[in-house]
């Protein structure tokens, strides 16, 4: 009987570690992959940057310092590594670039810019995005960390190795606004 009872209490911690183990590594995963739909906005973020420094400096020579400003925050965002530098730099280029499209109320014809304007609207759209996964991932991240502090599920999180995910956080800031 006890040999059984012994047999039983082994099978069961071993379901039991297969099954959390499984559930951890479920739990990684749907983090890594609401990062990398975050990645993804960013990169598009990052693809119009050049666009739009190359048609507001057609239009606004003289704010070579805001277009610089703009492109070296935006190879900084690029080099980021861990998501908490991550959205500290994003957020910084997001607020360069909400100062770059603030140049059009000085530039009435890059107001008018057809150029500008798609690429204005594209932004905003990228922005809408970000914002979007950002909230499935920071959800995704709060599930995970939930259950890799929660006992008993701790024990084999660190004994695993499981490390809890950065939360992506952006300053708030005043939002894009289209022109026209």
Same mark, same amino acid.
């Given at each position: 009987m006890l040999l059984?009872?012994i047999?039983f209490a ?7 570690v %297969?099954?959390?183990f499984n559930? /951890?590594?479920? @739990?990684? +995963? *749907?983090?890594r992959?609401?990062?990398?739909d975050i990645?993804?906005?960013?990169q598009r ?7 739009l420094v190359a048609?507001?400096?057609g ?9 610089s400003?703009v ?5 900084r965002?690029?080099?980021?590594a861990?998501?908490?530098?991550r959205g @500290?730099v994003e957020?910084e /280029? @997001?607020t360069?670039?909400?100062?770059? /499209?603030a /140049?059009?109320e000085?530039?009435?014809e890059l107001?008018?810019?057809g150029?500008f %304007?798609? %690429?204005?609207?594209?932004l905003? =759209?990228?922005e809408d995005r970000v914002q979007? @996964?950002r909230g ?6 709060l *599930? ?5 502090? +929660?006992f008993p ?11 809890? $995910? =950065?939360f992506f956080?952006a300053?708030?800031? $005043?939002?894009v606004?289209?022109s *026209?």
């Open positions: 059984w009872f047999g082994a099978i069961a911690l071993l379901a039991f %297969l099954i959390t559930e /951890l590594i479920a @739990a990684r +995963n *749907g983090v992959k609401a990062w990398s990645d993804v906005q960013l973020r990052h693809d119009l940057v050049p666009q048609v507001v400096k239009y606004a020579e003289h704010e070579r310092g805001t277009l400003a492109a070296e925050v935006r190879a965002a690029q080099a980021s861990s998501v908490a530098q @500290a957020s /280029l @997001a360069q670039l909400t100062r770059m /499209l /140049l059009q000085r530039y009435p107001k008018a810019s150029n %304007l798609e %690429l204005q609207r594209e905003v =759209d990228v979007s @996964a499935v991932y920071n959800d995704a991240a *599930g995970y960390n939930t259950q890799i502090q +929660n599920e701790l024990l084999l999180a660190r004994l695993f190795g499981f490390r809890a $995910a =950065d956080q300053q708030e800031r $005043a939002p606004q289209l *026209g």
